[in-house]
């Protein structure tokens, strides 16, 4: 089985978003999401692994396994549940290089940028730079160890 590469998973998710007629469709199916993605357990829930920047409380954690960086969240709000659950699924498994790399255009190309209220935009950015930021300190981890 090949590894989708973070470019095709948002093209998949593009895609899907293309199907939605109206914001409200595009809300729903992001709402659907968040309740689709795998319960946190509780041990994580602590606030060292809060997102900060959020306006609502979002936890993440991320593990290596091999050469592969895996991401685990949970968020008290269902927008921000199924937008979280949208980054894992594109980031999530992914080699840590690729994931600093990540330009994540599928963001904009969904129109998440212009529809989503300032706050939780800063909150979408705010998790992708804690995204990134546990890639590049596996990455340094590496370096340091090797």
């Known amino acids: 089985m090949t590894e989708k590469t973070i470019e095709i998973i ?10 939605f007629d109206s914001w409200d469709d595009k809300y729903e199916y992001i709402i659907d999401l968040g309740k689709k993605l795998p319960v946190l357990p509780s041990v994580h829930k602590i606030d060292e692994n809060r997102v900060r920047g959020c306006q609502s409380t979002v936890w993440l954690v991320a593990e290596r396994k091999a050469d592969r960086v895996y991401y685990q969240a949970d968020s008290d709000s269902v927008i921000v549940k199924g937008l979280i ?21 599928f963001i904009q190309a969904i129109g998440m940028t212009t529809h989503l ?30």
């Open 10 to 19: 948002e093209e998949e998710i593009i895609e899907e978003f293309s199907l």
């Open 85 to 105: 659950s949208m980054l894992i699924r594109v980031l999530s498994g992914q080699r840590a290089d690729d994931i600093i790399e990540a330009k994540l255009g």
């Open 117 to 146: 209220a300032q706050t939780r935009s800063n909150g979408l950015v705010a998790m992708v730079k804690q995204m990134k930021s546990y890639a590049m300190a596996f990455k340094l981890m590496d370096k340091s160890s090797g």
